[in-house]
């Protein structure tokens, strides 16, 4: 029985791995991506390249969308693919976004007689291009299991979830794991590299070790090349992912410390106008002068004595920069 056509908006290295995957699998697939040039490799392997998204998701049954955010996904999908869509046709989105927003977003479609179905992946570029990623699915459970064969298509593994947004906080709660593993590792390797220890042995060793994982070992290899382009998971998409990490945590009332001081880290590394570098690079901000760190220390004890009332060696002006410089 011939396998119905699927189309895949959005092309970037999880978007245009999991098309790849979907074309070896015998799928009819229609691509379209904002930037040309990436669709071309897909349409040498076989694919269809549609002139706009509209136009790609008018040609398939399933719309497979694989976007930045949330802002990409509400222009593309409720602004360009919305209207073409027909009735009866089902939306897997695999763009990382609020719980929130998942839930709204699935509403909205079923006014159009369209289903959503959250279809979050975990993996890297070269996983999602073998087939090979593990997916999280929410949403009416009827819909997941009539998107079964495209879902299995792009995943070893395919755990069904429950209701909307279900998933949504699943990826976060892993994407989470991966911010502070990230930075935990470049802090480590910046701690090894001021004792004179050298980049590749440390690595070496933390690879025999029991420390040793996929996710770690994946951004180790980044950090040993010293070179973060083409990016696995970019600076950037990191950072908007902890910062709903950051937003569904205060929504729900509790803090996040962690994941706080770990967000001030990716920044810097966009701040530097590496953004679009993989994520590892925050290996190249790991090192802090420690003049600068020792007078913060010190600076902080003044404001604490100046709290209590007392000047530590004429020290309150001091204090009051440091104040200022904390918050």
């Avoid at 719309?63 to 046709?89: H, Q």
């Amino acid at each position: 029985m011939a396998l119905r056509p699927v189309a895949v908006i959005g092309l970037g290295g999880m978007g245009g791995g999991m098309a790849h995957a979907l074309v070896a699998a015998g799928f009819p697939v229609t691509v379209y991506n904002r930037t040309r040039e990436k669709a071309l490799p897909l349409v040498e392997a076989g694919a269809t390249l549609a002139e706009s998204a509209g136009d790609a998701a008018s040609a398939a049954s399933v719309i497979l969308l694989s976007l930045a955010d949330e802002a990409a996904v509400e222009k593309v999908l409720f602004g360009e693919v919305a209207g073409r869509l027909a009735e009866g046709s089902t939306v897997i989105d695999a763009s990382t976004v609020a719980p929130d927003y998942a839930r709204n977003a699935a509403q909205r479609l079923a006014e159009l007689g369209v289903a959503r179905v959250e279809g979050c992946v975990v993996g890297n570029p070269q996983m999602a291009r073998l087939g090979k990623l593990r997916v999280f699915a929410s949403g009416d459970e009827a819909a997941v299991a009539a998107v079964a064969d495209v879902l299995d298509a792009v995943g070893q593994e395919v755990r069904y979830l429950g209701s909307w947004g279900r998933a949504s906080s699943l990826k976060l709660a892993f994407n989470l794991i991966l911010g502070v593993q990230t930075a935990g590792l470049a802090e480590a390797l910046a701690f090894a590299e001021s004792a004179g220890l050298d980049r590749d042995m440390v690595l070496d060793a933390l690879d025999g070790s029991g420390w040793k994982s996929p996710v770690l070992s994946f951004r180790a290899d980044f950090m040993r090349r010293r070179s973060y382009t083409p990016a696995g998971f970019r600076t950037e998409l990191m950072r908007k992912d902890l910062r709903l990490v950051q937003e569904a945590a205060a929504q729900r009332g509790f803090g996040l410390p962690v994941v706080d001081e770990t967000a001030r880290r990716y920044d810097a590394v966009i701040a530097a106008g590496r953004g679009d570098d993989d994520a590892a690079a925050v290996v190249d901000t790991a090192v802090v002068d420690l003049a600068t760190t020792d007078r913060v220390a010190a600076d902080l004890g003044a404001v604490e004595a100046a709290a209590a009332g007392l000047d530590v060696g004429g020290k309150k002006e001091r204090a009051a920069v440091a104040q200022e410089v904390t918050g």
